[in-house]
């Protein structure tokens, strides 16, 4: 369905997810802003468990909003977005979540809820890139829009303390990865844009469309959201100080001789595993999986911001 005409006013859609606890009134704050813009009654959809997402996303299209905004975590932004990429209606973002991570490698305040509202509604736009992700273990097809990640970096999402994470934020992710720094090595091939790359033991292969992750850390260092490439990292510590490698690794970028921390760069990322580990995108576990094939999507999602 198309948009409303220009005859009528314009219409938001926002999709909220009810389980994140907020200390502001966004029901209210939304109502102010389309009032004070011309903007007609806003749409609200929640999400549920079983639907993150997606199809509210779907309905908010058919009833012909201008712009869905999506408030919450980075998940619910991910199934939004999953509706939205490859169509010109904008995804508006009010950052409810404990990541926030695409908010914040787009520049967002993501303590000014007020702010981003408004910039949903008369803010600027920028097109960024998608990443369609594979699986043929179940089969399955999602996007994500800043990293998804094969084993130990999965395995934290999987393990981590929800009321943790409720008290302390991402910190309760530096919790579940200190348990779970011991385990065993699972042999990838990695292949990029057709050519095999790697073909070892490793802890991890993390794939990211944006350079930060929680805490603000720079895994992706090259990593921008519209170069339309794809930065992957493999993690391969040996030994009992393995993990101090990594580290040193990831704070040199990668650009020591020791093969603990390898990045690549490409357009699309076949990971194929010699058992099933744990899978996530943009900090969601998404069960297990041995092989996933990632494939870049440029400018594909437009998003509509206040000026960062």
Sequence with gaps: MPANSSSSPKRAAIIVNPAKPVDVDVRGMMAKHCANNGWGEPIWLETTKEDPGVGQAKEALKQGADVVIAAGGDGTVRCVAEVLSGTPTPLGLVPLGTGNLLARNLGMDVTDVEGAIKGALVGWERKIDVVRAVRSDPDKEQFFLVMAGVGYDATIMADTNE???????????????????????????????????????????????????????????????????????????????????????????????????????????????????????????????????????PEALTIRMAAS
């Design 163 to 297: 009321d943790l994470k409720d008290k302390v934020g991402w910190l309760a992710y530096v919790d579940a990865g200190i348990r779970n720094l011991p385990g065993k090595p699972v042999k990838a091939t990695i292949v990029i844009d057709g050519k095999a790359v790697a073909h070892r033991r490793v802890r991890s292969v993390m794939v990211g469309n944006c350079g930060q992750v929680q805490g603000g850390l720079e895994i992706f260092p090259d990593a921008s959201v519209n170069d339309g490439l794809l930065d992957v990292v493999v993690l391969a510590p040996r030994g009992k100080l393995g993990w101090f490698s990594v580290v040193a690794g990831v704070i040199g970028k990668g650009r020591g001789k020791d093969t603990s921390v390898e990045y690549f760069q490409g357009k699309s990322v076949e990971i194929t595993l010699e058992h099933k580990e744990d899978y996530q995108l943009d900090g969601d576990h998404e069960g297990e999986g041995k092989h996933v094939l990632m494939t870049i999507e």
